[in-house]
């Protein structure tokens, strides 16, 4: 089963590129809320929903029904293509609901969280889905850093 990564509904259908302001780190998003172990963004970087599934289920196939993952971020941002042969001009590309959404991820922010899990497997776990990920992180932990 895979997730359908793109919201629900969005106030504007097409925008722009945008810049990825840095975090306030009084935000609850750079601390674990959910979960016992964490992945921790150390860039920033635009993510799209193919890599974020990837990395979903690279954690989510070795997890049973008693242990739990949540996801701390949605895509939530379209971009757009023109199709070849086009001129320029004409306005903007149309979006293609399939996979071309985005999220733009700040440093320091947590990704995923899992529990449940003795902290050998956590970190097993938590390091495979961060190979599918083209930005550097770490993983976090409520009581010790792993």
């Known amino acids: 089963m895979s997730l359908n990564w793109k919201p629900k509904r969005v106030k504007y259908k097409r925008l722009q590129k945008g810049r990825i302001y840095p975090l306030n780190y009084t935000n609850s998003s750079t601390k674990l809320a959910f979960g016992y172990y964490g992945l921790k963004i150390l860039k920033d ?43 320029m001009g004409k306005g903007k590309g149309l979006v293609d609901d399939k996979n071309n959404w985005v999220y733009k991820l700040q440093t320091g922010k947590i990704l995923f969280e899992i529990s449940h899990l003795n902290k050998y497997k956590a970190k097993k776990l938590l390091l495979s889905a961060a190979k599918k990920l083209p930005v550097p992180s770490i993983i976090v932990s409520r009581h010790i850093r792993l």
């Open 45 to 87: 970087a635009r993510l799209t929903s193919k890599q974020l599934e990837a990395s979903r289920r690279m954690i989510s196939r070795s997890l049973r029904k008693k242990q739990k993952m949540w996801i701390r971020c949605i895509p939530n941002i379209s971009f757009t293509t023109k199709p070849l042969g086009i001129r």
